[in-house]
């Protein structure tokens, strides 16, 4: 089966500073990749909508000036938390769709997810 | 708006049955999955369900019913490892996937 994975797998960094998030699709291509962040006892709150060669889209509510999505290849896509705060604190997951395989919408893979503590 | 609702906590024994019903209203309507996901990690696959009916899977069996907005996940033969949370989620008319908050599965000995 497809695989996604993602580095680090947790990180603890302080207050201030920018934490790079990478997730990689190992063998398909990804044309759209999704982050989501999951607070603890909470469900999966979808960040961005990440397309490969253009801008993410970004849902309501979260300020892309601070979630910087970059997604230069079809195969990885990175996730950067600029000035970290501890509110960030948080489980960050993404997933990834199989290039041309829109007819088959199941085909959404998860990476193992990234919790990242800000002290 | 768009909202899925599913049970917060259930409790059930080993070797029982247990459904996990899921109710949704979105804008649109392209699939329903269930997802398990183990404390600390990602969710993982178990689902989909696009027509109504039950799709079974080995000790796991989800339905669907579209006219009703309801589909229920009914696993068998529990095991302590089904201990988790199982999440509801729809994939709305943008193709987006819109979640539930999760039921969180209790098995006791």
């Known amino acids: 089966g497809a695989v996604v994975s993602q580095h680090p797998s947790w990180v603890i960094c302080k207050s201030g500073t920018s934490v790079k998030i990478e997730c990689r699709s190992l063998?398909?291509?990804?044309?759209?990749m999704f982050w989501y962040r999951q607070f603890p006892k909470q469900s999966l709150m979808l960040m961005a909508t990440?397309?490969?060669?253009?801008?993410?889209?970004?849902e309501q509510g979260v300020e892309k000036d601070k979630f910087l999505i970059n997604h230069a290849s079809l195969t990885l896509s990175t996730l950067t938390v600029t000035s970290a705060h501890p509110e960030d604190s948080s489980f960050y997951i993404c997933?990834?769709?199989?290039?041309?395989?829109?007819?088959?919408?199941?085909?959404?893979?998860f990476g193992p997810g990234t919790r990242l503590t800000v002290t | 708006g768009q909202n899925i609702d599913q049970p917060t906590e259930m409790t059930a024994t080993e070797g029982a049955i247990v459904q996990i019903n899921c109710t949704y209203q979105?804008?649109?309507?392209?699939?329903l999955f269930w997802y398990q996901q183990h404390a600390g990690e990602a969710p993982t696959f178990l689902s989909y369900?696009?027509l109504d009916g039950l799709e079974e899977k080995g000790r796991f069996s989800s339905f669907l019913s579209r006219s009703k907005g309801y589909s229920y996940l009914l696993l068998k033969e529990l095991q302590m490892k089904d201990s988790a949370s199982y999440l509801c989620?729809?994939?709305?008319?943008?193709?987006?996937?819109?979640w539930g908050a999760g039921t969180k599965l209790i098995i006791k000995p």
């Open positions: 997933s990834a769709r199989e290039e041309n395989r829109a007819s088959d919408v199941s085909e959404q893979y």
């Open positions: 063998d398909f291509q990804a044309t759209t």
């Open positions: 990440s397309n490969e060669g253009s801008k993410a889209t970004y």
């Open positions: 979105t804008s649109g309507f392209n699939g």
């Open positions: 369900n696009v």
């Open positions: 989620a729809v994939l709305d008319s943008n193709y987006q996937l819109i």
